[in-house]
């Protein structure tokens, strides 16, 4: 019987046996050691041309960050003014001494409530909001178009919303400007590339 199996097991020709394949070894993704210097040394030659352009806009942009947060200040201040109906305002300090002459503004609080005609010399003015470095008041046109570049200057908000506009112009060390012209009577602010702003018809 075990012979039977063995002729009936089939046999194992030439047919059957595993066929040779040639070895072709797969390149591994990714960079090789000088494809990466090469890459690192074109990004080298695109950084050390950018950076001059851009040292050049940064002035730009700090004169269009503290145009933005002065406007947000004025914003605040005159619609305070209106909700509490009472007056406050901004103060301008175009150089203080004690600040090795930085330029700065602050809120003017309202008068207390038990002395609502209080001077302005009398009240505790909130904190000072320094100007960037290389940025300075230029110059303020305040009603009548009567314009002030220097010393201390406050512009006070009516409780109705009535009295307060003016001209604030900043300006960088590049001779940059940005002129900030607010209407109190509207709310409308706009922002004007050039120190040469004002109103036509500008009664306060």
């Given amino acids: 019987m075990g012979e039977a199996l063995r002729r009936s097991s089939p046999s194992r020709g030439p047919a059957c046996e ?17 494809e990466l210097v090469l890459v690192l040394g074109i990004l080298a030659i695109i950084i050390s041309f950018a950076i001059p352009s851009l040292d050049g806009l940064t002035p730009k942009y700090r004169l269009r960050t503290a145009a933005r947060r002065l406007a947000s ?16 305002g901004l103060r301008y300090v175009f150089d203080d001494v004690s600040l090795d002459g930085r330029p ?17 010399a009398e009240r ?5 909001t320094l100007l960037p470095v290389g940025i300075r ?12 570049d220097g010393g201390v ?3 006070l908000f009516s409780p109705n919303g009535t009295s307060g506009s003016h001209v604030v112009t900043l300006a960088s060390e590049a001779d940059k400007f940005v002129s900030l012209k607010f209407n109190c009577i509207t709310g409308i602010l706009e922002y004007l590339e050039t120190a040469e702003a004002g109103f036509e018809h ?3």
């Fill in 18 to 34: 595993p066929r040779s394949r040639t070895y072709r070894p797969r390149r591994s993704a990714g960079f090789t050691f000088i």
């Fill in 73 to 88: 200040q004025l914003e605040n201040a005159r619609v305070t003014a209106i909700s509490r109906e009472r007056w406050m």
């Fill in 104 to 120: 700065f503004y602050q809120v003017i609080p309202p008068a207390p409530l038990d002395d609502p005609h209080q001077p302005l």
């Fill in 124 to 128: 505790r003015m909130l904190s000072k």
């Fill in 137 to 148: 008041f230029y110059q303020i046109v305040l009603a009548g178009n009567r314009d002030a």
């Fill in 153 to 155: 200057v406050d512009v």
């Fill in 202 to 204: 500008f009664e306060d």
